[in-house]
């Protein structure tokens, strides 16, 4: 690569660690489309690029949302048992799956939770919650001190079951596409346990760096970590993500919002154009 | 941070252990980071000076290492990809490392749900390390 090139791309990786940080998803959308499509580069690399790319805007926004208690590390760590399961068994699945109608199903389930963050817009924090059995139990209530309404935010979790079934399912399709799936961690956490915005990111943001590394061996192994496509995009994204943790602290949790849900919708639209087989510039 | 919130009143759940397991988790973040940063920079701006396949020591152009033998020859003749590389892999086993730690914390408190939460995920993250080829 040129020099220029390097600039360009450490500029778009910048850019990558900035959104992934705020809104707890890896760099995949931005980094794999723009490889491919800027840079000309091997689609196989390109994903082996994105890889190294989300486990530094996970591990780089981590060590200050794990400090400033915005992540929760009881929630993470045990939702981490369904994504890593739900990894390597998707993994060993690509075999036998057929991918298409699964980006095409995914695609639908992304278009349906849209309706739901739209209609959450205008919502600062969830309503109370009161914590289920399950909840309890692995002491997940937590709270998290929100500098911009400038208090202690107390929070309870529920339906504990049904979001460990969907971080089974967001492992599972990770293992499988090759993708993050931050979206869908974020949606398990905000949309279905009812954790506040900022602490469903921060703590997406945190898991997602065991996710990737539950499949990165594969990738190494098979030579797909090229350093010099992954050394300015880790140097890029190690960056970005560093300054998007000292943004999210400052945010709203509904500026998080409206920050994720373009995300969400240029997640679906990628999803949708590949499961129907369509290739249309940035959207992979 | 420093402010009005850096010692907040009394959270839910901040009794010393969750204090010292965040306190923990982010030092060992901090360090992978760090780490694997700075060899990634190295390893960059040495490829900057003899090319990405060049060594520092002279040694004959080579490619991408792509096993261990490779990546240690290319340590040896300080190679800007052998460099890099290892950066990389610092940063990739970086979250591995905190869930490590994250064990062994929870079993010097005995907290015995935790510890087998953290040693399942560690196990499959060692079998989707090695088994899955």
Same mark, same amino acid.
């Given at each position: 690569?040129?020099?220029?090139?390097?600039?360009?791309?450490?500029?778009?990786?910048?850019?990558?660690?900035?959104?992934?940080?705020?809104?707890?998803?890896?760099?995949?959308?931005?980094?794999?489309?723009?490889?491919?499509?800027?840079?000309?580069?091997?689609?196989?690399?390109?994903?082996?690029?994105?890889?190294?790319?989300?486990?530094?805007?996970?591990?780089?926004?981590?060590?200050?949302?794990?400090?400033?208690?915005?992540?929760?590390?009881?929630?993470?760590?045990?939702?981490?048992?369904?994504?890593?399961?739900?990894?390597?068994?998707?993994?060993?699945?690509?075999?036998?799956?057929?991918?298409?109608?699964?980006?095409?199903?995914?695609?639908?389930?992304?278009?349906?939770?849209?309706?739901?963050?739209?209609?959450?817009?205008?919502?600062?924090?969830?309503?109370?919650?009161?914590?289920?059995?399950?909840?309890?139990?692995?002491?997940?209530?937590?709270?998290?001190?929100?500098?911009?309404?400038?208090?202690?935010?107390?929070?309870?979790?529920?339906?504990?079951?049904?979001?460990?079934?969907?971080?089974? !399912?967001?492992?599972?399709?990770?293992?499988?596409?090759?993708?993050?799936?931050?979206?869908?961690?974020?949606?398990?956490?905000?949309?279905?346990?009812?954790?506040?915005?900022?602490?469903?990111?921060?703590?997406?943001?945190?898991?997602?760096?065991?996710?990737?590394?539950?499949?990165?061996?594969?990738?190494?192994?098979?030579?797909?970590?090229?350093?010099?496509?992954?050394?300015?995009?880790?140097?890029?994204?190690?960056?970005?993500?560093?300054?998007?943790?000292?943004?999210?602290?400052?945010?709203?949790?509904?500026?998080?919002?409206?920050?994720?849900?373009?995300?969400?919708?240029?997640?679906?639209?990628?999803? !949708?154009?590949?499961?129907?087989?369509?290739?249309?510039?940035?959207?992979? | 941070?420093?402010?009005?919130?850096?010692?907040?009143?009394?959270?839910?759940?901040?009794?010393?252990?969750?204090?010292?397991?965040?306190?923990?988790?982010?030092?060992?973040?901090?360090?992978?980071?760090?780490?694997?940063?700075?060899?990634?920079?190295?390893?960059?701006?040495?490829?900057? !000076?003899?090319?990405?396949?060049?060594?520092?020591?002279?040694?004959?152009?080579?490619?991408?290492?792509?096993?261990?033998?490779?990546?240690?020859?290319?340590?040896?003749?300080?190679?800007?990809?052998?460099?890099?590389? !290892?950066?990389?892999?610092?940063?990739?086993?970086?979250?591995?490392?905190?869930?490590?730690?994250?064990?062994?914390?929870?079993?010097?408190?005995?907290?015995?749900?935790?510890?087998?939460?953290?040693?399942?995920?560690?196990?499959?993250?060692?079998?989707?390390?090695?088994?899955?080829?």
């Amino acid at each position: 690569m040129t020099p220029g090139a390097d600039l360009a791309l450490f500029g778009i990786s910048v850019l990558s660690g900035i959104i992934g940080a705020l809104a707890g998803v890896g760099g995949g959308i931005l980094v794999i489309p723009a490889l491919t499509t800027i840079f000309g580069v091997d689609i196989h690399l390109a994903i082996g690029a994105s890889i190294v790319s989300i486990i530094a805007t996970s591990s780089g926004a981590a060590v200050a949302y794990v400090r400033d208690r915005l992540t929760n590390l009881r929630v993470g760590m045990f939702l981490e048992v369904a994504t890593t399961t739900g990894a390597v068994g998707g993994a060993l699945a690509a075999a036998v799956v057929a991918p298409q109608l699964l980006y095409v199903l995914l695609a639908a389930v992304l278009g349906l939770s849209i309706l739901q963050q739209v209609s959450r817009l205008g919502e600062e924090l969830p309503p109370e919650v009161v914590p289920s059995r399950a909840a309890a139990a692995l002491r997940l209530a937590s709270s998290y001190p929100d500098h911009r309404l400038r208090r202690e935010v107390p929070y309870a979790a529920r339906r504990v079951g049904l979001g460990f079934v969907m971080m089974l !399912l967001a492992g599972f399709l990770s293992g499988l596409l090759g993708i993050g799936s931050g979206v869908l961690k974020v949606l398990a956490m905000d949309g279905v346990m009812r954790l506040p915005m900022k602490v469903s990111t921060a703590t997406s943001n945190f898991m997602i760096g065991v996710t990737a590394a539950a499949s990165a061996g594969i990738y190494l192994g098979r030579g797909d970590v090229d350093a010099r496509l992954a050394a300015p995009v880790a140097l890029g994204v190690l960056a970005g993500a560093l300054l998007g943790s000292r943004i999210l602290v400052r945010l709203r949790n509904q500026q998080v919002r409206l920050i994720f849900v373009p995300i969400m919708v240029v997640v679906a639209l990628q999803m !949708l154009a590949r499961g129907l087989g369509l290739h249309v510039a940035f959207l992979g | 941070m420093t402010g009005p919130l850096a010692t907040p009143p009394g959270p839910p759940d901040s009794h010393r252990s969750t204090d010292e397991l965040r306190l923990v988790v982010a030092r060992v973040l901090l360090i992978g980071v760090a780490l694997s940063a700075a060899l990634v920079l190295a390893g960059f701006v040495a490829s900057l !000076l003899v090319g990405w396949d060049g060594s520092l020591r002279g040694a004959a152009p080579g490619g991408a290492p792509t096993d261990v033998g490779a990546l240690a020859e290319g340590l040896r003749n300080l190679r800007p990809q052998a460099i890099a590389q !290892l950066g990389l892999l610092t940063l990739i086993l970086t979250p591995m490392a905190r869930v490590a730690a994250s064990l062994i914390l929870f079993a010097v408190e005995r907290d015995r749900t935790y510890v087998i939460v953290s040693m399942i995920v560690l196990v499959i993250l060692l079998t989707g390390l090695l088994v899955i080829r």
